[in-house]
Nanobody, 118 residues
């Protein structure tokens, strides 16, 4: 299983970025798989940013609600994170995740750096 994240970069506060995660070795259309984006800022623990179930149910950390949107394209086997109105505190390495709840099957991508300048 591989999760290839892309789309990170440097952007000014108020700008937008779109992260993409291409999955291989699994089919994200399969029921029970939960896809998500996490982030880890320097000196901080990794935190959940957004998740989406196979049925399209989404959940976000409070700090990004109304600014970030997670979506999935089952045909392309990809999950995306549209990030708008970015803030300096959004600066972190963002990781794509795929997991089967209730099992040990939990996969991570390599991370992509997002830097928001003030």
């Amino acid at each position: 299983v591989q999760l290839q994240a892309s789309g990170g970069g440097l952007v000014q506060a108020g700008g937008s970025l779109r992260l993409s995660c291409a999955a291989s070795g699994i089919s994200i259309r399969i029921n029970v798989i939960v896809m998500g984006w996490y982030r880890q800022a320097p000196g901080k623990e990794r935190e959940l940013v957004a998740v989406i179930t196979s049925g399209g149910i989404t959940n976000y950390v409070d700090s990004v609600k109304g600014r970030f949107t997670i979506s999935r394209d089952n045909a392309k086997n990809t999950v995306s994170l549209q990030m708008n109105s970015l803030k300096p505190e959004d600066t972190a390495v963002y990781y794509c995740n795929a997991r089967y709840p209730g099992t040990v099957r939990n996969y991570w991508g390599q991370g992509t750096q997002v830097t928001v300048s003030s």
